[in-house]
């Protein structure tokens, strides 16, 4: 990775889409563009990702996860061999995780020739920026949480061990493109252990000689959370997962917890959100200073890497451009406060 300096800012993964991609994807709905129409689009979405980043001055960016069509996974549903949509039992009413489509597993699970598309995603970042880049994939519990075993499979647990084959395909071709930090994104569910998390994460990262990112989410599909907000039960087991940083949220939660690194940390790297990604408040520069030094108290700064706490992907693009800006230039002002005390 290239060098960086101290408590580096960087994002989740995903970028607020600009109006002129949900237009497109509504053309190619309605049949008035095509799949040519549809790569240019992403293109110039990626490129615009990556100017945004560049321009707030961020040190490490990724493309915003713009080629992500319908949601972070829901994108891969679509070409996944070996699963079937069930139907969907609430479409009425306010919008919640139950409407989301669920899947059930009819054969064995595999991907289309070229695996999930992230290699193609990240050669494209790393061809349109000089800077730090961090490639994104979700966990094997995030793609196996919405599809039944079916006949197929024993349980959820051997769904979530075949995507982590699945994964770990993929991770190990995204080394072979040039990425040197990966991260993998999990959720927070509550009924399944840290310690199997981890397992799960270890099998998904087996032989991928990457720096690697373990980011635990509690959801944020609509700027709502999904899980109970709290990281407490999955400590300390979650610590068996060969992760290089955890990239946990913490702005979002009023710096809940912070207590937990200051007992579990040790001398893992933390990626610290210090955005709240699901608010509208305009975070200043000096708010992100500020909570940074909270951070500090529990975190050596030279292990600390400080992001939003989730994705901008349900994020309006300017609410995106003014909150990534002030992480950037918080993060600067954090940087200068430490050093003129040296």
Known sequence: MAALPLIPSAVVGSH????????????VEAGEYGPGDLDEMFDDAADTAIRDMERAGL??????????????????????????PLPVRRKAGPWGYDQQ????????????????????????????????TKATCAGPLTF???????????????????????????????VAAG??????????RG????????????????????????HICFGNRFGRSRFDRTYRPYFPGILKA??????????GREFSELDLWKEYGEDRELGAGVIDVKGFYPETPEDVATRIKRVLAVCKPE???????????????YMCNQKVRALAAGAVLARQELQGKK
Not at 59 to 84: F, M, N, P, Q, W
Not at 102 to 131: D, M, N, Q, S, W
Not at 243 to 249: F, G, H, R
Request: aromatic share 12%; glycine share 10%.
């Open 101 to 132: 489509t669920r899947y059930e597993a009819v054969a064995r699970i595999e991907t289309p020739e070229g695996g999930l598309g992230i290699v193609k995603e990240f050669e494209y970042l790393k061809a349109h920026t000089p800077k730090a």
């Open 242 to 251: 060969r992760a290089d940083q955890l990239v946990l949220e913490f702005a």
């Open 191 to 214: 009924n399944v252990p840290g310690e199997e998390m981890a397992r799960l994460f270890n099998l998904a990262t087996e032989g991928v000689k990457a720096k690697l990112g373990f």
């Open 144 to 174: 196996g949480s919405r599809i039944h075993p079916g006949k197929m499979y024993k349980g959820v647990v051997d769904v979530a061990e075949r995507f982590a084959e699945v994964i770990n395909v993929e991770l190990k071709a995204l």
């Open 179 to 188: 990425a040197d930090f990966i991260q993998l994104d999990e959720p927070a």
């Open 303 to 317: 292990k600390l890497y400080v992001n939003p706490d989730c994705g901008f992907g349900w994020s309006p693009r």
């Open 59 to 84: 040190d490490i960016i990724t493309d915003g996860e713009v080629r992500r069509l319908d949601g972070y996974v829901d994108s891969y549903y679509a070409i996944i061999k070996g699963i079937s």
């Open 16 to 27: 607020g889409k600009p109006g002129w991609w949900f237009a497109t994807v509504k053309k």
